[in-house]
């Protein structure tokens, strides 16, 4: 959440806030597929700064599904370009395109009969390496089927990319340059 530095009567650096370079996306959805059975897709993205560095990725998915209507319930995956039959991929992005970063998580599964609730997951893939950067967008696609007739399917993920730990540690000597920086030239 922060960190300090002094040295004694010449100066006193405090960086508060929370000091994570790390892009992430946590997401969640819930479907009641009312009808007959159904797809859905789901795209999540947000800018980010990560540099031409080596990178580490990883991605889970976990939640519940519930059959409505006692003839069981399934989840299937429907994304068309998933290598492991899984229904959530990270991908990022540059200028120039998507890259996907191969931590696609989820897999299909069935339940029930008889009516209820039944835990789904938890699916990881990761830590892993990642490819090299730069990049401007992290993104999570979210893809799967349902069985219809009132099934519900609850699930939440979380996806990250970290940069090498050389940049964290550049960041953090930026910081403190500019502190000192900053306290030298009030003198």
């Given at each position: 959440t922060g960190f300090s530095i002094s040295s004694a009567g010449e100066y006193d650096i405090g960086v508060s806030g929370m000091l994570d370079p790390d892009p992430q996306i946590s997401w969640g959805v819930t479907v009641t597929d009312f009808g007959a059975p159904s797809n859905f897709n789901f795209l999540f993205n947000t800018p980010i700064a990560?540099?031409?560095?080596?990178?580490?990725?990883?991605?889970s998915v976990s939640g519940g599904i519930t059959d409505s209507n006692n003839n069981g319930v399934t989840i299937t995956p429907n994304l068309a370009d998933s290598d492991l039959d899984t229904f959530s991929e990270l991908a990022v992005a540059t200028l120039d395109g998507a890259t996907n970063m191969g931590v696609d998580v989820g897999l299909a599964q069935s339940a029930g009969p008889p009516s209820g609730a039944y835990s789904y997951g938890a699916y990881g893939a990761g830590p892993q390496p990642g490819p090299a950067?730069?990049?401007?967008?992290?993104?999570?696609t979210v893809g799967f089927g349902l069985s219809g007739g009132g099934d519900i399917a609850s699930l939440t993920g979380f996806a990250q990319i970290v940069p090498e730990p050389g940049s964290v540690v550049l960041f953090v000597m930026g910081l403190l340059g500019l502190g000192l920086f900053a306290h030298?030239?009030?003198r």
């Open positions: 990560v540099g031409p560095g080596p990178t580490t990725v990883n991605a950067g730069p990049f401007s967008t992290l993104s999570v030298r030239r009030r």
